[in-house]
T-cell receptor, first 112, second 112 residues
Framework: KAGVTQTPRYLIKTRGQQVTLSCSPI?????VSWYQQTPGQGLQFLFE???????NKGNFPGRFSGRQFSNSRSEMNVSTLELGDSALYLCASSFGRNTEAFFGQGTRLTVV | KNEVEQSPQNLTAQEGEFITINCSYSVGISALHWLQQHPGGGIVSLFM???GKKKHGRLIATINIQEKHSSLHITASHPRDSAVYICAVRWDYGGSQGNLIFGKGTKLSVKP
């Protein structure tokens, strides 16, 4: 069974640009969540999607957005990038909310 | 004060030692997760528990819902156990479940 796949693995962008990150969940999983990890703040919740509906959103500015497609694949977009957006972005998929979460390897975004 | 507190922040042990990592939380929860993160970023889910105790190989996780406390134990530690261990809780308020909230992590280094 294939794991959670995140693409790309690494990205370098300049301030002001926008970026789209992709997450393909484990087959059969309908729940996808996104997290940001930085050395200073640790892991923080961004969004949670279930069957194409956003169920929860973390305390991030509107520049951060996401969506989920009918095949459960999810994307997150960050517009007008700032230096502080440099982080490891992780997605996790699960069958339901209170089931085990499986994490992808993450996308490491560097904003210069 | 963080809603999820882990201790210790850093832990160095000799191979073979028994290790305990603690997690305390201040919110109502529906489940608690223990995660392992190796250098490079990938996160592996070790346990998800809502009561009692779970064991997998040399790892044991316990939770005391009344005291809002969980422990992760590693028996006969090995250098390959060196990683960051993260406690995360899914908050539950009046039956309405929210997102995962993470502790800052415990960095474990096991010396041969």
């Amino acid at each position: 069974k294939a794991g959670v796949t995140q693409t790309p693995r690494y990205l370098i962008k300049t301030r002001g640009q926008q970026v789209t990150l992709s997450c393909s969940p484990i087959s059969g999983h309908r729940s996808v969540s996104w997290y940001q990890q930085t050395p200073g703040q640790g892991l923080q919740f961004l969004f949670e999607y279930f069957s194409e509906t956003q169920r929860n959103k973390g305390n991030f500015p509107g520049r951060f957005s996401g969506r989920q497609f009918s095949n459960s694949r999810s994307e997150m977009n960050v517009s007008t990038l700032e230096l502080g957006d440099s982080a490891l972005y992780l997605c996790a998929s699960s069958f339901g909310r209170n089931t085990e979460a499986f994490f992808g390897q993450g996308t490491r975004l560097t904003v210069v | 004060k963080n809603e999820v507190e882990q201790s210790p922040q850093n832990l160095t042990a000799q191979e073979g030692e028994f290790i305990t990592i603690n997690c305390s939380y201040s919110v109502g929860i529906s489940a608690l997760h223990w995660l392992q993160q190796h250098p490079g970023g990938g996160i592996v889910s070790l346990f998800m528990l809502s009561s009692g105790k779970k064991k997998h190989g040399r790892l044991i996780a316990t939770i005391n819902i009344q005291e809002k406390h969980s422990s992760l134990h590693i028996t006969a530690s090995h250098p390959r156990d060196s990683a960051v261990y993260i406690c995360a809780v899914r908050w539950d308020y009046g039956g309405s479940q929210g997102n995962l909230i993470f502790g800052k992590g415990t960095k474990l280094s096991v010396k041969p």
